[in-house]
């Protein structure tokens, strides 16, 4: 049996290996880190607690500090993470030194929770946290002093940090979702094509002539509305902030509510990030065969328990595809149950590699800042954002990477 | 064993079953046929033998035909067969009438010709023929006075009609694929949408920004670039047709030949129809980790044998995706092997559903057309275009299943 | 007396040549024919009757066939010619010719008629004709036997030679307006600029989030439609051909008839060559204010009889603007009373400068050919399309002229 | 003499009522606003001094103010004033009140300062201010006491308020420039299509295929840049913020500096902010015949001393066309010698009526809230923006107006 798992193992170590190589060789701001790391090493004689989504682009950045010099202590978020590239990652050495990586994707809450805790036993110095687990759990332990700072990926852990933690956390966290770079190379320009890219791939629907209603015009919302239009999609916004609402009509978008636009659409894409903003009201004046997706963090935007419950019936006709029977002999189209169906179906790659070697090298760069700044003590305690010098140095790369001038 | 190959069929049969499902839900031009047919019954007393590629969208063809009285033998292209549509089909009981479909995804080309042989032999009236194989085979028999005419699919089969096979085919053979409405609907805008789908399904890098050189300017090739465009890439088109290099100008375009834009390229795309429109001088001036990839019918556009014969290596980095090591150090990529990577990949599902709803009506409509033209007599010898009145019919449905007004 | 109008002449002269220098410097295609013909001379010995719109455009073109050792006799349209450029072409001495051009804007049709009689009898040996005028009136004249061939402008030129005239005109008659490349660079792209940059000058109204509505789907509907568009406009398109209307669904247009469109109309364009396109059922259902404008060559598109009839009253608002009150108390605007608005208001302009050194080129290259075939004889009789060389010739030199390749 | 001028001015005061309907009957923000005014009398007592460009759409705005019971005494600014339109509001009577607005177009500096002093003179309690000329005339003649406050329309007025005049002005004054709506409104939107419209009619040169530089990529920049897209441009951003030129950069645009871009332009285009942006450098690289045009608010943006400095020669070759010859040889092609190109030429009619509607009711409704305020004393002294609550009421009631939800 445990020669079984050994071999298993391997295997998985050996795909997540072939799966990270052409992620790897299309990803040039962090191959340049990593080789400004090996002579600079940043991270000599730290260890970073890591909680981030693992997948592939996510061990290119695990490899870049490491090769500064880290130890890494890291677990997956809940439900998501990819066994080959733990295996993968769990197999490397660096420099003699072993990673660890904790989780399995069938953990359960439990299990993940104790990752987490495997997580701080390692007694990180640095902290790539995830929705401020990490640092919510430090705090609990009451082990902040051994902290030097870290980043927080998420603008909800940003949150975490400046209320329910305010106060309680004595050392810097520069937060990463607020950068300017990222709303508009990852949450504007990755997210739009992604999900242009997934409603052709999961559903096979012609987009030209199509009517679809974006409801939101966020970052993520702009970038949706303005990739489904050129590609010959007819679109219309739904947006109840007025100052949203008069951007998105002065770019030339129908604009009004989503109760307004259902008997209109097509398609109802949600990119909100709150709950409950498609509901009863929408699904009763949608058209027969009218589709639903989401495409926001949280699986709460479309009211899917409503749905189902005021249903005669429901199946998957496809991959990501449920088709749900109502009582009035309408029936609507569900994509991956409300869940981010830009991340659904066969074979979904997410983000594009380039908008995830720069959301990386933010988190990259944003901890070497953490860990050079901890000697002279220059950064403030508590949540920050990304330094404006970081910013700048990033766009400069990007530029050259996109061979922007060409 | 016997127990275990039905036990295999029928798994075979329900899982095309349900992919068809989905398929056939959003094929309404199809579905009104159908439901004509099941009135008019054109095809009673005919079989049609049918040559085709067998998807789940050909299914749903096949079905439409059932339903108009037609008795079907038939087989799939070579190498291309889906092997749960064809057990869905001969599953298929119409009118208490068993279709014949012959043909399995492994099948040699020895195989492949038998079942066209098979095909003939089952006495068909009436042909949907692929590349003029039936036609062919039926002069060669002898067998053409039992032929009350037929439809052929491709452009090249047309040709062959109107050369190899002139004065020898005494009946009359519609030609589909020089339909306008096939030209914009299918070349244009479905191969355009499916090569943008595919270019980011298979690689996940970005594509505004990224600098795409699309060789030829015909249907596919202007669907192509602006479908790209569309989505912020930079798109250059090579094109040695001096009035189709003007359109692309206007178009605004940045126009030359495949060999002064490649230092440029980051993506080479081929869609001209023709042979070796890449090739060593190409190839000698790209950069490092440029990307080669073909829409075109044939996989010879790209010269492979010459790109490889050249290299020092070359080996899968991912699904669809090889790495081809150059002796001066340079790499390139080389997608789907240079066959069609808008069919390659994980999960390929090649030409919008709608656009396939409408190609198959132009063939539905076509044959219905050869079938109540046999008594009049109506319609002369040989190859001819799809009649005015027909494509008026289609568009005219397309726009109401569009919803075009709204 | 005479002294006051010579030197209204003279005035008049030095405009026209300060207006014809940028246009020159700008239109290459004619400057490299230009030179070209100072070589080569094809019109040596020849006299070009002509009858053509006359704007300093049009000086480029004469001053490029004289350049070529044509004598040139020639008349403008009726209404439309630009007297400083008239005077400016009758001082012009080239090769110690003079060139000779009829017309003044204020003539009446007796007056133009007489000039085109001036410019039969100059006795040209090759016609620049426009609407089939010279040509009919050589063949009243029982003249035909004198001239070796010409070109003609206009589709219902040509219409004209085919049927009114068809065996009657013994020469070669090159209709240019059919030419491919002077569809998509002149009907497209010309006209779709022109017609953007003419409601925008003329009414001084934001175009993003502005409703319009484009009759016809020919070239020159498919400009208007796409750069409107473009610009941010909500476009729909009113067809009535079912293959034009597909081409408009599918190029992601909303498409229906100009009735059912009114309501939602903000603007209603039309550009189909066809009388009354837009009558009584379309103003009816009009929205108060809203804007109905014309840019077919005739100005019969727009009913604007029927619309004044039923007007309470009408009156100018601002140039080109004309306000119509209507009983029920709507006012709907009309631009340039239903003429060609895209040459109305201050300061049009017209089609762009190097569509038209395209247009003028055809023209040049085509009148060499017929002076050049006159002694081999080697064209047919009668109307006939672009030689293909010419046409592959030109759009080479486009190319080049454009820079296309970078 | 007497009885001629007043014949003049009846005369300018009619041409001016004329071009005010046309644009009046097209600013529903306004004449909204007008009514409400009617009822609610919010500057009754109060007499608003008010510099700011005096042409038709500012008649409107003075109109809707005069509604709203303020006596008003207003200047121009220097240069750019239409005296029939100063004519035309002189003449005005509301509720028995006469207008006063100084100025004419010929004025030079010495009379314009007059002008500024006769507006103080009348003893305003509120200022519409423009470059913070009349707040630091108050301030310098120590009357501050009798102002209520006002608003400020540039960005540059409101950096004089806070920097040469902080703590100096008791009052509170509101920003309209910094406004999102007018950033999104006006400088993106209406000058970028204003921008497009001027290029066309000035040069009446052909857009697709064009090789456009635009300078500066903040909000005039990104407009422009899009619009000029749009229409079949081929463009390239220059821009020196790594922030703005990656935003360029995943916008698709080719992106780097004007120097280096210099020798691939058909056309550059400033829109910075910045003295001398374009010089020497720049000039050097640029090929023969390029464009030269700016549409930032100075005419400082390109280097226009220096380039005529090294030219040999210069002349008008057209309406706001000059060509500058250079001693090698070749020449350039200047636009409005410099100035914003987008108020030049014939005809120009400037950023479209509805931007400026709701530009001015951002004016008016800030000044309303002044004049509310002011018994409350609920604003702080001071520079500050235009308050949320305003924001969001004009972008609801903006929405409306474009009946965006159809």
Known sequence: MLGMTETKNDLDAASGARRVEWI??????????????????????????????????????????????????????????????????????????????????????????????????????????????????????????????????????????????????????????????????????????SVAESFMRITNLMVPGTRFVVVGYGWCGRGVAHYLRSLGGKVAVAEIDELKAFEAALDGFRVSTAVDLAPWADVIITATGRPGVVGAEVFDRMHDGAILANCGHFPWEIDVPALLASSVSSRAVDEAIDRIELPDGRHLVLLAQGRMFNLAGRSPKGNSIQSMDLGFLLQTLSLERIALAAASGSLPAGAQPVPDDIERTIARRMLTAMSASA
Do not use: W
């Open 24 to 193: 790897r060789s299309r990803m040039p701001l962090l191959a340049q880190a990593r080789e400004d790391f090996e002579r600079t090493r940043p991270f000599e004689g730290h260890r970073i607690g890591m909680s981030l989504h693992v997948e592939p682009k996510t061990a290119v950045l695990v490899e870049t500090l490491a090769a500064g010099g880290a130890e890494i202590a890291g677990t997956g978020n809940h439900g998501s993470t990819q066994d080959d590239v733990v295996a993968y990652l769990n197999d490397l050495e660096v420099d003699g030194r072993r990673l660890t990586i904790f989780g399995r994707r069938d953990d359960d809450l439990v299990a993940h929770h104790a990752n987490v805790g495997r997580v701080l036993d390692a007694q990180p110095s640095i902290l790539l946290d995830n929705g401020g687990d990490l640092a919510a759990g430090i705090v609990a332990r009451g082990g902040t002093a051994s902290i030097l700072g870290g980043t927080e990926e998420t603008t909800s852990g940003g949150d975490r940090l400046r209320t329910e933690l305010a106060g309680l956390v004595p050392f810097p966290v520069i937060v990463i979702n607020d950068s300017l770079l990222k709303q508009i190379g990852e949450n504007k320009h990755a997210v739009g094509q």
